[in-house]
């Protein structure tokens, strides 16, 4: 989709999710959890100005990426070192946005409990 430059300040990201099953070799209290892929769509910008109009332009349908995201916000936008910007968020998307708030893999998990354990997957530093 996008590349990140060594200037980039922000990442809102869409996520393309599966399941953890059995067959995933993973700790098997993970099964049924909700999985994002790598492969999931980031936008990258230098200023929340940028990553703003970026994340209006797919909104809008104005922008095409890959997958259906005509009249989604992105699931998380953080900076560079992948701390959530509930702040930046909310200002861009105009609504609210409380991560321990909103529930993931069938309400079993809260959006910063499934991000400390997934966000690995783009920033590897993090994993556990």
């Not at 699931?75 to 968020?89: A, E, P, S, T």
């Not at 609504?95 to 909103?102: R, W």
Request: proline share 6%; net charge negative.
């Amino acid at each position: 989709m996008e590349e990140e430059t060594p200037t980039t300040k922000f990442q809102a990201i869409y996520f393309i999710m599966g399941h953890y099953n059995e067959d995933d070799n993973v700790d098997p209290k993970l099964n049924g959890f909700d999985c994002p892929f790598c492969d999931s769509p980031v936008l990258y910008a230098d200023t929340e100005d940028e990553l703003a109009r970026k994340v209006m332009q797919i909104y809008d349908g104005k922008v095409s990426v890959e997958g259906d995201w005509e009249t989604c916000y992105p699931d998380v936008i953080c900076d560079m070192q992948g701390n959530l910007l509930n702040d930046v968020y909310q200002k861009i998307v105009g609504e609210p946005f409380d991560p321990d708030e909103i529930e993931y893999s069938f309400g079993r998990e809260t959006v910063t409990q499934f991000w400390k354990r997934e966000k690995w997957r783009w920033f590897p530093h993090s994993k556990q």
